[in-house]
């Protein structure tokens, strides 16, 4: 039987010039890991493609799903590899057209690389069209605009044909961006604004604040959940919780009602900014869209962002609820975020929040408690939670030794 392999196409990629085979080494270890447990045979680079073969010869369009969700795939076809035999890979253009769903019209496309085949792309084009018309008597040639393309893809002594692909989710490969610390609640935004960022080719390391100890943990349930749905994108390596509702109540009998939600967001985006030096990481991410809330308005974007000097990427900001909704649904968190669960943001809420804050009085506010020892003590109570999702992430080795420095009783030895 012929084999069937998952070619997977990139564009973003091949504009990169010099850095282009980073890009490509990249993203083969990031199918390899997105594709774990799968049999996979080999992934490599073939003719400005990546082939990924499987022990069985039998790639599957469950294979080509798990492929589609990894950044940086623009498509991917379930092509069959075939060996330089005319009868063989005609027969296969056959099968490709067949499975390429309802059409009226469709074309051969033949390219060769590195190749000493005898027939060029000309004598290809007849050859596989002349087997197709025979095949399909009741269709019709097409060069402008065809309902399908055969492709027939020569490459040294293999030849790969496909009708049909599937589009990837595009951007660039996870690891070829830096990375960032992003803000995740369980909320529909801030998983979509992890992906966007993620899908750009950044690792994410997201932070969650949860209301631990004057909430239940499930909204830290519901982030690990998020970080599975995110899985098969491999764009997340750890995730950070940082119990926050001790300091919540504290901030809560300090600071004017008004004023309590852009405080809690102040010593948010400084913890996360800790962590995210510790990281390695050079900028934050939230889930924010403007005028979505009352507490997105640019007078209090502009009052919670002064604490920080990082950027804050804020890829929601233009976005409408529905878009975002829709987002979640296709990268797999929208019933996550539906599940309602109380943290830190539903903890001591005022009765009013502030709309258009005044910064003397939020500095006022700030300066009511001791911020700088707060955001301390909460950067060294952050718990974390590890994943293999993500080859390109490397934890930090400065935290890993200041973590060992701070258990006070290793409980092994205890
Ligand atoms: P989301 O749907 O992401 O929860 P939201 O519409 O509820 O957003 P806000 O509650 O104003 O909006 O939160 C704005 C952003 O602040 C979030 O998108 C997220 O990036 C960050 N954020 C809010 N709550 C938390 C939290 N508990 N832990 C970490 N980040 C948070
Ligand atoms: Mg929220």
């Known amino acids: 039987m012929t084999h069937r392999v998952c070619l997977v196409h990139y564009h973003e990629i091949g504009l990169k010039g010099k850095n282009r ?3 490509e080494n990249q993203l083969v270890r990031n199918l390899n890991r997105a594709l774990r447990g799968q ?58 057209l067949g499975e390429a769903g309802d059409f009226e019209t469709f074309k051969v496309h033949a390219r060769r690389s590195a190749t000493a085949y005898g027939l060029h792309t000309l004598d290809i084009h007849q050859l596989v069209g002349g087997v197709l018309c025979e095949a399909f008597p009741t269709k019709k040639v097409q060069m402008r605009n065809p309902d399908v393309t055969v492709f027939v893809l020569v490459v040294q002594g293999s030849v790969y044909v496909y009708a049909a692909s599937r589009p990837g989710v595009g951007g660039l490969p996870v690891g070829t961006a830096g990375k960032v610390v992003t803000l995740l609640s369980s909320g529909f935004d801030s998983p979509v604004a992890t992906w966007m960022v993620g899908r750009r080719g950044a690792i994410c390391v997201p932070v969650h604040f949860s209301g631990r100890p004057m909430t239940s943990d499930s909204s830290e349930w519901l982030c690990q959940d998020i970080v599975q749905a995110l899985a098969p994108a491999g764009l997340i390596g ?42 390695g990481a ?26 920080v000097s990082m950027p804050v990427l804020r890829p929601l900001i233009g976005s409408d609820k529905m878009e975002i909704m829709r987002r979640a649904e296709q990268i797999g968190t929208h019933d996550i975020s539906s599940q309602s669960a109380e943290d830190c943001c539903t903890l001591f809420m005022p009765r009013r929040p502030e709309t ?43 935290l890993r030794a200041w973590h060992r420095e701070l258990a006070p009783v290793d409980r092994e030895d205890a």
């Open 21 to 23: 085979s980073t890009f």
């Open 39 to 96: 049999g996979v045979d080999a992934v490599k680079r073939v003719s400005g493609h990546i082939l990924v073969s499987f022990a069985s010869g039998q790639a599957t369009e469950d294979h080509a799903r798990i492929i589609a969700q990894v950044p940086g795939v623009a498509r991917v076809s379930l092509a069959y590899l075939c060996h330089l035999d005319e009868t063989e890979y005609c027969a296969a253009a056959v099968k490709a």
């Open 238 to 279: 750890r995730l950070y919780v940082v119990p926050f509702g001790e300091r919540q109540r504290e901030i809560s009998l300090a600071v004017p009602q008004s004023l309590r939600i852009i405080t809690y967001r102040r010593v948010m985006l400084s913890v996360a900014e800790r962590i995210a030096e510790l990281e």
């Open 282 to 307: 050079k900028a934050l991410v939230t889930g924010e869209s403007l005028g979505q809330v009352a507490s997105q308005t640019l007078e209090n974007i502009a009052a919670v962002n002064e604490v």
């Open 356 to 398: 258009h804050a005044r910064l003397d009085a939020v500095h006022a506010a700030w300066d009511a408690f001791d911020h700088d020892a707060m955001i301390q003590e909460l950067v060294e109570g952050v718990e974390y939670v590890d994943y293999d999702h993500c080859p390109a992430y490397k934890p930090p080795r400065e």
